[in-house]
């Protein structure tokens, strides 16, 4: 694949500045605030460490949360987890102030400065085009400063924020390795994949995914589609079937009723290319009870998909070329309800196909499964993959793309 825009291997970085734009938005423990899960900061030091031995001076630009959320905080704990990867990193609690400016300065060649979380600006977040987030502070305090910009956060790259795409407009710019691995492994399952393909949809995320439903299918990109989680209730009360009351009203809390028109739409022109739970898996007072579809509905939540369904889904993976992932088929948060996800996971290692998995807990969830390392390609995007899953365009990428 030859990328339409710049990477690391196209600039000389020897002693040169370079703003870097990671993607190290953590999870956090709700009371300490701590970091529960590193695996975008240890990603994102490949990059750093990268550019450190090519004897650049970088300085890093990331965020935590968003201003009123519980995990929006500063950067001290996310140094610390740094600091493991990169082991002379400096930190400073400021963006665009005198006390970031003079530690820029004082930056020598193959060394790396992290500012505070760039989301304590307002500005960051406004949504603009990259010219116009160029005449703002961020862009206009920092850029002389530096040689060129580096944008490594595909995972923060579907917002048209001012770190993402501001510099782009002022700086010679690239992708970052992370943005690299990600564009090249989704190229090969959108634009291009091996037949058959088949896509694997549950996840928080159900309004976003009905689009990546619509997209795939109706390109044919993805041969079939096989749906876990509250999407696949959304498409089986769209089918007919009655889920009980306790899961319809779950359906509307969650916003999703109104998805049922969609879904009913889309099985009208492509009920052959989705596959949707034979059976579910309920909690019954903590404990994980199965149930036949033909059997509902019940007054106990769904939970998981069934035995049945994994093994027809696994059977359906074991014959597929190409597999893409986007979100657990169950509450993986709660063991009873992780063994779906899981043994999904497990079949599609064992299948020669090439496979992408993302959404939340996805790398957590692999390494439950014991299958870590066995998957092609592992995405740690959340929005941005649903984004581009759905065809959209991204405007990280796509101001990367005018830097020519």
């Given at each position: 694949?030859?990328?339409?825009?710049k990477?690391?291997?196209?600039?000389?970085?020897?002693?040169?500045?370079v703003?870097l734009?990671?993607?190290?938005?953590?999870?956090?423990d709700?009371?300490?605030?701590?970091?529960?899960?590193?695996?975008?900061?240890r990603e994102?030091?490949?990059?750093i460490?990268e550019?450190?031995?090519?004897n650049?001076?970088?300085?890093?630009?990331?965020?935590?949360?968003?201003?009123?959320?519980?995990?929006?905080t500063?950067?001290?704990?996310?140094?610390?987890?740094?600091?493991k990867?990169?082991p002379?990193?400096?930190?400073v609690?400021?963006?665009i102030?005198?006390?970031a400016?003079n530690?820029?300065?004082?930056l020598k060649?193959?060394e790396?400065?992290?500012?505070?979380?760039?989301?304590?600006?307002d500005?960051?977040t406004?949504?603009?085009?990259?010219?116009?987030h160029?005449?703002?502070?961020l862009?206009?305090?920092?850029?002389?400063f530096?040689d060129?910009?580096?944008?490594?956060?595909?995972?923060?790259?579907?917002?048209?924020?001012?770190?993402?795409i501001?510099?782009?407009?002022?700086?010679?710019s690239?992708?970052?390795r992370?943005?690299?691995?990600e564009?090249?492994?989704?190229e090969?399952v959108v634009?291009?994949?091996?037949?058959?393909?088949?896509y694997?949809?549950?996840g928080?995320?159900a309004?976003?995914?009905?689009?990546?439903?619509?997209n795939?299918?109706d390109?044919?990109?993805a041969?079939?589609?096989?749906l876990?989680?509250?999407?696949?209730q959304?498409?089986?009360e769209?089918?007919?079937?009655?889920l009980?009351?306790?899961?319809?009203k779950l359906i509307e809390e969650?916003?999703?009723?109104?998805?049922?028109?969609?879904a009913?739409?889309?099985?009208?022109?492509?009920?052959?290319?989705?596959?949707?739970p034979?059976?579910?898996?309920v909690?019954?007072?903590?404990?994980?009870?199965?149930?036949?579809?033909?059997?509902?509905?019940?007054?106990?939540?769904l939970?998981?998909?069934?035995?049945?369904?994994?093994?027809?889904?696994?059977?359906?993976?074991?014959?597929?070329?190409?597999i893409?992932?986007?979100?657990?088929?169950?509450?993986?948060?709660?063991?009873?309800?992780a063994?779906g996800?899981?043994?999904?996971?497990?079949?599609?290692?064992?299948s020669?196909?090439?496979?992408?998995?993302?959404?939340?807990?996805?790398?957590?969830?692999l390494?439950?499964a014991?299958?870590?390392?066995?998957?092609g390609?592992v995405?740690?995007a959340?929005?941005?993959?649903?984004s581009?899953?759905?065809?959209?365009k991204?405007?990280?990428?796509e101001?990367?793309?005018?830097?020519q």
């Amino acid at each position: 694949m030859a990328l339409n825009f710049k990477t690391l291997d196209d600039f000389d970085f020897n002693g040169r500045t370079v703003i870097l734009r990671v993607d190290i938005n953590s999870p956090l423990d709700p009371q300490t605030l701590e970091i529960i899960d590193d695996s975008r900061i240890r990603e994102h030091s490949e990059t750093i460490k990268e550019l450190l031995g090519k004897n650049a001076k970088v300085v890093i630009l990331g965020h935590q949360g968003r201003k009123g959320d519980p995990d929006f905080t500063d950067f001290s704990r996310h140094y610390r987890a740094m600091l493991k990867y990169v082991p002379n990193l400096k930190y400073v609690n400021d963006i665009i102030g005198l006390n970031a400016i003079n530690a820029i300065r004082g930056l020598k060649p193959g060394e790396a400065l992290l500012l505070e979380n760039v989301r304590m600006l307002d500005e960051e977040t406004e949504t603009k085009t990259a010219e116009e987030h160029a005449r703002g502070m961020l862009v206009s305090t920092l850029a002389p400063f530096a040689d060129f910009f580096v944008n490594d956060a595909f995972s923060a790259s579907h917002r048209a924020h001012a770190s993402v795409i501001g510099f782009t407009a002022v700086l010679a710019s690239a992708a970052g390795r992370v943005m690299e691995r990600e564009l090249r492994a989704l190229e090969k399952v959108v634009d291009n994949p091996s037949k058959p393909c088949l896509y694997v949809l549950g996840g928080a995320k159900a309004k976003e995914t009905f689009k990546v439903v619509e997209n795939v299918l109706d390109k044919g990109i993805a041969d079939k589609v096989l749906l876990g989680g509250m999407i696949a209730q959304v498409f089986h009360e769209a089918a007919g079937f009655r889920l009980g009351s306790i899961n319809t009203k779950l359906i509307e809390e969650k916003g999703l009723g109104k998805f049922r028109e969609t879904a009913s739409k889309i099985l009208g022109k492509h009920s052959q290319n989705i596959m949707l739970p034979y059976d579910y898996a309920v909690d019954v007072d903590g404990e994980r009870v199965e149930y036949m579809v033909s059997q509902l509905p019940v007054e106990h939540p769904l939970k998981d998909i069934g035995t049945e369904t994994i093994r027809v889904f696994s059977r359906e993976l074991q014959k597929a070329s190409t597999i893409v992932f986007n979100g657990p088929v169950g509450v993986f948060e709660e063991d009873a309800f992780a063994k779906g996800t899981l043994e999904l996971y497990r079949a599609a290692a064992s299948s020669k196909a090439f496979s992408v998995v993302g959404g939340g807990h996805s790398i957590s969830a692999l390494e439950k499964a014991g299958v870590y390392g066995k998957i092609g390609f592992v995405s740690t995007a959340g929005g941005a993959l649903i984004s581009y899953l759905s065809g959209e365009k991204l405007p990280g990428v796509e101001a990367l793309k005018t830097c020519q």
